[in-house]
């Protein structure tokens, strides 16, 4: 409520802040979290809470009026439609050189991605956050994080024979006969749920393509697992349609916060100030910096240092598909969740997850998500003439995404015979290099903050989610950044708390 006094507020429901909010009540402080987005526990007129990514509607996209799917075109075909502006669930955030897409709602990035729940290789992990104690991870925050979430694998033996993964067996099949490492990668799905689906005992949902805008069934979001043991504590409030402006040091002591209340069309509809002792960012490492940048420049928090804003990355995300041959259908009915990828990260620098392309119909193509060692990083920068943040990244900095990507698909390519598909981003395009789905960095780990997430300059103010990983993972980021945040509010409680 306005005017209100709490010992905690947490800016953001994604990963980081699921985690914050859970400790810190299971540690018996009481937490107040803050979500822009809407809390998605009403169907609309058709019964269902969230739509197809094959029809997308006024529930698909953050507050635009024309759809932005990251497969703009299919045989020539522009697939985006007009919808009504709505604070719909998945943000195409667009900056100059990149379209960052993000998660908006109660679970954050947990109710439109996939799912894969990857745990890095540890030396890719050393790599990336050389401060942080490797052993720890592996013993204690990883499995923790994995526990948390609910991971699990497919089952072998079905994936063998599911019609559903014909397009992942066929990845397989590729893969290995040009010499490359295929692995199954874990996932949040029920898998238990997904052979009901397939044997029609169960209600459809990645079986019926249910992703990027939601699933109805079976996906273990964060509203199942961390959000659900938070609630049951007792001591987590969420205000959904709620958008934190700033933050800055209360006179009593503690942090001001200034909150907008918006409506569906994105109005604010009021403003209210909490005073909170503690405050943790977790808006996501877009929102985290956007919000950083602002404070420091425009004097809300002065004394935040000078790595505010730097190391952001995308994880070297980029989107090719492949067009096979007649006799290498990929499948009619796929289902909407990975479950494999391929590995050549040590010898190219590019781990490829074996996407699906859920059509209804046989399109005879490959469709890949690669994650690759993209070296380039990004700045936010406030500026003040626009009121904006913007964000440094240029569209040519894939390149070298694109080059380690090559590094399995042109020799996929040259050994089956097969060429690379023109016709999924637009005409005679064949990477999709200019999105992301894995924004990660801008408030660096022993960087921007000490080495478990203080941010240097205030006593009492947290980074806790993606915006501490400085712009690569390795693999697909929710599993690091669950764990590392997993780490950091134990130690925060340990030592921070009265
Ligand atoms: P987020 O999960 O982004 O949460 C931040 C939250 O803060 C959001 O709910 C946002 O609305 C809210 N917020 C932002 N600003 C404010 C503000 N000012 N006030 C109030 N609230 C605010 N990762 C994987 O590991 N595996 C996958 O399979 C995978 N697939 C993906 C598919 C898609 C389409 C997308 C978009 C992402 C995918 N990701 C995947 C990435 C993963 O979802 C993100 O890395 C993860 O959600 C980031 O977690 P976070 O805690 O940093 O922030």
Redesign the pocket.
Known sequence: ADGARVPALV???????SVAALRLAQAGVDVQM????MSWDTPGSDGKIFPKVTTPDYRSFWLRTRTKA?LSNFLGFPIDKDVPKYTGI??AEDFAGITV??????????L???????TPKRANFAAVLPSVNADEMYDTYYPRANAGLGVGMIDPAWFDTADCYQFSRVGRKHAQRSGFAWTFVP?VYDWDYMKQEAAGTATKSALAGEI?YGNNHGKKSLVQTYLAQAKATGRVAISAL????SVSPAAGGGYTVT?DQINTTGDTVATKTVTADRVFF????V??S??LVKLKATGALPNLNGEVGKGWGENGNVMCGRANHMWDPTGKLQSTI?CSGIDNWDAGGAFAEVAPLPTGIETYASFYLSITKNPNRAEFTWNAATGKAELSWQTAWKQPSISMAKTIFDKINSKEGTIYRTDLFGANKIWNDTLT????GGAVLNKATDNYGRLHGYTGLYVI???LIPGNAS?????T?TAL?ERNIEKIIATDLP
């Open positions: 800016i953001g429901t994604g990963y980081g802040g803050i979500e822009m987005g990251p998945l943000d897409y993000q998660g908006r709602g109660v679970g954050g990035g947990s439109v991605n996939g799912g894969m729940a990857v996932d990027l709620h958008k934190v402006t909150i977790a808006a996501g490492s929102g985290t956007k919000l990975p789905y894995h924004p990660l989610d993606g915006a693999v697909n980021p929710f599993v950044i945040a």
